[in-house]
């Protein structure tokens, strides 16, 4: 059954300029609006939320998306009313949140191997192009006129329209048969217009770009920038990290490697780690400790310390702060290329992803991709669909083959199971990109091979008419996008104007 | 203590007994998980970040303590990031796993519960603002803003290139507009305000053909609600410019509609409702009119129906986004702030237009008794122009650091905009401590 | 489908003595028992919760269950780590608990019209319990020997039960016609050995006890004292008052009336209000004011000073506070009964309790028991079914006739909402005891109402088919208990014996 | 600000409009609400109870200062209201409105969720105590204990009319007991300690044939581990009185479990599994052997079949319960402890039996540890017996009350039993301060 809409519930106009303290000519004469008691409310949204899958309810396996359990103390630690405070507080009152701020770009820039992080990109796109401005900034700073960015053609599409936001143009790189870079193509595509080369590794099926180094080395050469995409940074916790590997610059995504729960779309976080010598272009302001301020290039100086790993067991507090002043402050980065958020990012995902990364530790990270790998390959032995390339590591693409990947999916939905990301990525037909991670458990696994097995098995009529056990049947997107009704107004407008022409 | 979760070695929440674990190697017929990694030595990194686990009990103790150094002071602090009593029934109806542990709809049969949460966000918006189109959320204010100006570069109907906002712009929302505009052939350039408002004559000066974008804020920055909205608009009308107003929602109860004033794109700060004071975390209002909706960035969520001719709702239109038009898409945008929109819709729902409008009223008048009170005191003055006030307003004293810093000392937090301003901004969180600042401001000024 | 149990997750048998400091005569040999990861817990819990029935999510319509909404606020304010104290901290250290527990006395003293209140009974048949044994005391203290209680036959099963473990006979007193007490049937039941009437009003079927006070006459010259079961106090708040009727004792159950959630059994708390010369025999230990102690009765005083009304509006914070020193400090009353629990009762359902009343005020609770009657009358005036008696209060029996109750009561699950109580009370044939509360609005009560008529319309077969778009489907109660299975334990064995069976 | 729940008049929690109010009036055709009462005017009341309404965020406001006023002590307090760290995830799974707002079971169908938490409660409790019945709970350990001695009055095995317990039980045990039995033919006699636990020859003397019920504490309320429960249950087993063990889930974990030593029942307090410190709130245990299932006092659910022959759960034997059987139900018990229970049987399975050994061994350990620190002290004698100790054990000092004053201005809050005995409680919660409390006291003592 389906929930009546808030304004069905109720709606109520009033005159907001009646009584107003404001002249007429400044207050708007009606607002109507669903106005809820508090009974009426719990029970709208408490229906509403049992119509929504969640990692709660159940495998949530949608390749690069990486949607693992939130544990719930990182939320208990979020909701501390003593971090609940104003952007613009002067630095030397909110010691508390900067010491987090700075833990966290610390312990940020030791796992990617980045000499220095920022924190303020409130997503994973937000990064990228703060990534990508980075970039710019360091090639406009040194001169050089650069007008490309080479991007795979598996990559995100975040990739490519992030790179045309930062103004750039898209040089597509196809793949190689192996499923990776094909490095002579690289070598064709890359010239001195390349600003850079957009990367992620292991790629979008899940298999480490083993010529990372020569990788590098051609992109360098050719005066070029080396980014990498954090979506896939899960399967290599402790195992290889970007800054190693010959990368520049790189996103973290916090719900996907950090566990922050992604609330049905966001918040999420983007922080941006980057190498050394563009540690001057990151955003502004910054966090560092208050005596690292005379050290010269604070940036690199503060990562390298942090990088040591001696430093994290212990930083938990600025030694400046005995004698009542500031331990940390805040700084602008000397050709920081500005803002790309009003104020800090998305601060209450910040604390949980620092929660998350002390909770697991060395150990418990190391462990997160183990399991991740793990999880995906028994999953994909035990599936009756063809899945290419392989050995992976923490998601892989089976294909649907003759059957459409997105009917297999809906057919999934009546198992109990939220099926994987289809179609994508093109280079193998018919997709289903599927990543476990590491929260599932070997029961769980067959449950969901399971799924897909029945599935797949399903006649093209079954898979047409599923799902028939969710709170809705197959939703007609043709409809939904032909005939936009994207407010409740619409709807009534509709009803109107139908009402109308059957009147006549 | 131990247990699965509680003290087993490795992640807490990979659930794999050693059993599990060891019968999953032998099926794959490797002996190790590192096995399966596939990466050369050359790059190979050895776990050793120098970060020890820890319980769950102590991470949760050291935070608390970390965020017990913050200093308590009460905020009279706005300038974009405000914040209002947001009823507990927010907090635990948005905490339920099936919201906050979901992600992108991208399988709307089992996502129907928060597809229509958003389309009711979008709806809301909707009246607000008098646009017919709302998207699901951009990250804040400021990107909202930025990427209205790209909206305007996309547009044939604009054929200039100059955005125009006031030069007073808060640096969060200009730095991230320069930064957004940079890739594109757009420019910004600014128009002055008079007595805190905008300078009608020096926009009408501004806008030429060039101009592909004007935008005013109400309340502005500071405070005061800007009177000549309408004006501006139809400035912006002569020269195809878009014209973009920027605003809240619990102003946007109260206020003139943009929608009536001509403004087709409204963008702002929707985290006033349903986000408590969050370190500046926000919710990007985004509304425009039908012509642009092709080109609107980010999600948006659309009736439709299911196979059964149910209602049925689903993210549409989404050739305009990234996952589909790549380099062509409208912005790069993938997530979004979706549960921060799910929490200010509660929040509107809750209070009702009545309850709306009543908090928006309160926000004029505990603004004006207190700067009443503030201009009462020798060598205080406030507001410090002829405006109309909305939750803040600038106060002039003589030595602005100094009061501030006296002011730091009695327990509160105001902004200090120059040597001799300073801003307060008075909700329902801290009227209670009115009485209280003003005292410490005669204190500190006598 | 069946979520499995955690024993069908996981079962792991660990030797607690292996390594233990204490000798192995000490420790147990094997512990067997599930263990789970975090993300399977919170699936597990996740999944039972989708199969559970609560106020937010929809009607709960429990007859003198009184199943109201239960607001969030007062979560959050139980919640307070400021408040999670040990019972044994000395009185001093508490204030904040003393505070509102005296706080909490008063409201209650004066919403009831009593003297003096106790808040240590954990539940409302705890309360019963407490309230008789002070009847008992106060007689044998008096040296008056009675031996019996009372008992109007349409009465809650607790009243009996609590007289009975109180060691008194029962005494059951049959409905007049009118539906309310006999009084020519009680002076006849009355006598020297009668200790208490129990009487709760309005009663069961809604109606007020328009004879309250000449039965007060009637028992008070016997000799003997009236209790009032707090069950139904929701209808009367604001409106009349147990003391004022001529009761002596009454109890409160806090989550009818006050909006406590019931936690699906529990807990609950059940205070117990007496007039003056009943409080020396409260249970040990109560809280009072510091400044009380030397005002001789200071139990009687408190209250009275409470009822005036303008003591609750400022009684915040106690007075001798300010030097420093305890504001509120326990005793022990005269001629206590001692304990009835380990502790101070149920603090968290108590802190709610007090957080609902001062939210509500004079005005809010008006309001409780004006909505929740008018809700009563307007869903009774809506139903095909005979309501027999009438007008009512908060609560009606409607009546099944020739149709069984508990069917219509299944048929009525298809409908997507609870039921009411069924076959009870028993001067009803096949009740349908319906208590909408206040939370309900005109909407929900003509859905409700829908669900009753449509499901009355059903045909018997219908009826014995239903429920089927229920969690499960109707459940076998005479297999329950004819066989009793209630441990995982006890399922396995079936299943062992099973097995040796079919292998035989 | 006002809204539908902020600040309507009358109940935030009635969401009747103005005009359905109207509307519902008139259909029943009456002009107030007060029409439908029909209470005679000699007893109405005029509704002012002088309770001013308050909006939810001062009423928080306000209580949150209430408890503030609370000292901040370092809590080594136990003597049977125990807690252990409890994870978020317990208080993230109870608090979901599923469990904490439903109501008791009495339509299965739809509550299947709670009944198989309540059987999956029950069954941890088989398993901890060895006996096959455990109920869905009572509301504490007193009460509990108090329910199985009138369990032993309702049997008609045991003849006697003697409950035996300790001298030392605690008072808020006792005391309920004496209040249960009050009704009853029992009457309650008590045996002494030597060296913190139970005199055996004493015992030997005390049972008889009048004797019905026998009852030990193992941890004993000083925390001693009663070495001696086989040799009593053997003396009430020899004269068929009932013999009844008290302990806790925790320490269960670790001990011999009571079936094997002879119990009958067993009682005591669940809460220290699911529970933070609640000022005494708990959760009484119950089981038993399947001898005396249908004397049970309280809640029992059962596994049974659905008309589809699905597995499914009910609570069952309610005949039992006082809502059928009125004056002869085996208590008076209605509203439980359940959703306690729900949290107790989460606790336990985040631990697992490893989490569950391991907290029941650091129970045992750092009381041991902390003993032989205090020990160490000039003055101070601890333990003050010869027994193993879990969780608390009694300290020897020459001013009892004046050490404890000490502590407490030094922070530190230790139970005081005597002139010259302390009593102090090591858990999972405390032990970090443990070195701090040793050193309190060799400050304080010296």
């Known amino acids: 059954r389906n929930e009546p809409l808030l304004s069905e519930k109720d709606s109520t106009t009033v005159d907001p300029g009646a009584g107003s303290a404001l002249p007429d000519d400044l207050t708007r004469d009606s607002l109507e609006l669903p106005g809820l008691s508090e009974p009426e409310l719990a029970r709208h949204y408490t229906r509403l939320s049992q119509m929504n899958w969640s990692v709660e309810a159940g495998p949530y396996p949608l390749g690069s998306c990486t949607m693992k359990y939130n544990p719930s103390f990182a939320d208990a630690v979020a909701a501390d009313p003593n971090a609940a405070v104003h952007p613009d507080r002067d630095p030397e009152t909110v010691q508390g949140n900067l010491e987090l701020l700075h833990g966290l770009q610390e312990y940020l820039a030791t796992i990617g191997g980045m000499d220095a992080v920022t924190l303020q990109p409130p997503a994973g796109a937000a990064g990228e192009f703060t990534g990508i401005a980075v970039a710019k900034a360091y090639h406009e700073h040194h001169g050089t006129d650069k007008s490309e960015v080479i991007i795979p053609a598996s990559a995100h599409g975040t990739n490519f329209a992030t790179a045309a936001m930062a103004g750039y143009d898209v040089v597509e790189l196809p793949s190689g048969e192996d499923g990776r870079v094909d490095v002579a193509a690289l070598e064709a595509a890359v010239s001195e217009d390349t600003a850079a080369l957009m990367l992620t590794n292991p790629n979008t099926v899940g298999l480490f770009e083993r010529n990372i180094t020569e990788i590098a080395e051609v992109v360098h050469d050719a005066g070029g920038l080396l980014y990498y995409d954090g979506a896939n940074l899960n399967a290599l916790l402790g195992r290889a990290r970007p800054g190693d590997m010959g990368f520049d610059i790189m996103h973290y995504n916090v719900h996907k490697t950090f566990a922050t729960p992604h609330g049905g779309g966001g918040p999420g976080a983007g922080p941006v780690g980057v190498v050394e010598e563009l540690a001057p272009f990151l955003p502004r302001p910054r966090v560092r400790e208050v005596n690292a301020a005379s050290g010269g290039d604070a940036d690199g100086a503060d990562a390298s310390t942090a990088a040591d790993g001696g430093a994290l067991a212990g930083h938990d507090h600025g030694t400046a702060d005995e004698a009542g002043g500031a331990a940390y402050e805040l700084f602008d980065p000397e050709q920081s290329i500005g803002k790309v958020h009003g104020f800090s990012g998305n601060w209450l995902v910040l604390i949980r992803a620092y929660a998350y990364i002390r909770r697991l530790g060395d150990e418990g990270l190391l462990d997160a991709s183990a399991k991740a790998t793990l999880n995906a390959n028994y999953l994909a032995s035990l599936l009756d669909l063809e899945v290419p390339y392989g050995p992976f590591h923490h998601e892989f693409a089976a294909t649907a083959g003759e059957r459409d990947a997105a009917d297999v999916a809906k057919g999934m939905l009546d198992y109990g199971v939220h099926p994987p990301t289809t179609k994508w990525p093109e280079m193998v037909p018919e997709a289903m990109l599927t990543e476990p991670t590491e929260v599932e458990n070997k029961r769980s696994l067959e449950d969901l091979a399971n799924a897909f097995n029945e599935a797949f098995a399903d006649t093209d009529e079954e898979l047409h008419a599923a799902p028939s056990k969710t709170a809705s049947r197959r939703v007609d997107q043709t409809s939904a996008a032909r005939n936009p009704r994207l407010s409740w107004h619409a709807l009534e407008a509709a009803r109107g104007a139908s009402e109308n022409a059957s009147g006549e | ?446």
Not at chain 2, 83 to 102: C, G, I, K, M, Q
Request: glycine residues 8%; charged residues 25%; negative net charge.
């Open chain 2, 1 to 446: 203590m131990s247990g699965r979760s509680a003290g087993a070695s490795g992640s807490p929440f990979a659930p794999h007994t050693a059993d599990e674990t060891a019968a999953m190697l032998d099926a794959l017929g490797v002996d190790d998980e590192a096995d399966l990694f596939d990466i050369p030595d050359e790059v190979a990194f050895d776990g050793a970040f120098g970060i020890p686990q820890r319980d769950e009990r102590t991470v949760r103790a050291d935070l608390r303590e970390t965020f017990a150094r913050n200093d308590d002071l009460t905020e009279f602090l706005g300038r974009g990031h405000y914040s209002h009593y947001v009823p507990a029934v927010v907090d635990d109806l948005s905490a339920r796993s099936e919201f906050l542990t979901s992600y992108t709809q991208y399988q709307p049969e089992i996502t129907q519960g928060f597809l229509q949460a958003l389309f009711e966000y979008q709806s809301i918006l909707v009246e607000l603002t008098g646009l017919p189109i709302a998207n699901c959320s951009m990250y804040d204010a400021a990107t909202a803003l930025a990427e209205a100006a790209l909206l305007s570069d996309r547009l044939r109907s604009t054929s200039g290139s100059t955005v125009l906002v006031p030069e007073g712009l808060r640096d969060g929302k200009r730095g991230t507009l320069d930064s957004y505009v940079d890739g594109s052939d757009l420019t910004v350039e600014t128009y002055p305000y008079v007595d805190n408002t905008a300078d009608l004559d020096a926009i009408a000066d501004a806008v030429g053909e060039d101009t592909a974008f004007v935008y005013a804020e109400t309340p502005t920055v500071t405070g005061a609600i800007e009177p000549a909205l309408a004006a501006i608009g139809d400035l912006a009308e002569d020269d195809d410019a878009l014209f973009c107003v920027g605003s809240d929602p619990v102003a946007l109860s109260l206020l003139e509609e943009p929608a009536s004033v001509g403004a087709d794109v409204v963008v702002g700060e929707a985290g006033a409702l349903g986000l408590p004071a969050s370190y500046g975390m926000g919710l990007g209002l985004f509304a425009c009119t039908e012509e642009h909706l092709r080109q609107v960035p980010g999600r948006l969520v659309g009736k439709s129906e299911d196979a059964d001719d149910r209602r049925a709702f689903t993210l549409t239109l989404q050739t305009r986004e990234q996952h589909i038009r790549k380099e062509r898409a409208t912005s790069n945008i993938c997530t979004n702030q979706a549960w921060v929109a799910l929490r200010a819709a509660m929040h509107a729902a809750y209070l009702g237009p009545e309850g709306l409008v009543d908090l928006a009223e309160d926000c004029v008048r505990d603004a004006a008794s207190v700067a009443a009170s503030l201009d009462a005191l020798d060598g205080v003055t406030a507001p410090l122009d002829d405006r109309h006030h909305f939750r803040e307003f600038t106060v002039g004293v003589d030595d602005a650091p100094g009061v501030a810093e006296g002011l730091a000392e009695r327990g509160f937090a105001v902004h200090t905009l120059d040597d001799e301003t300073l801003q307060v901004c008075v909700t329902d969180l801290n009227v209670e401590a009115a009485d209280d600042l003003v005292a410490a401001f005669a204190e500190v000024t006598n």
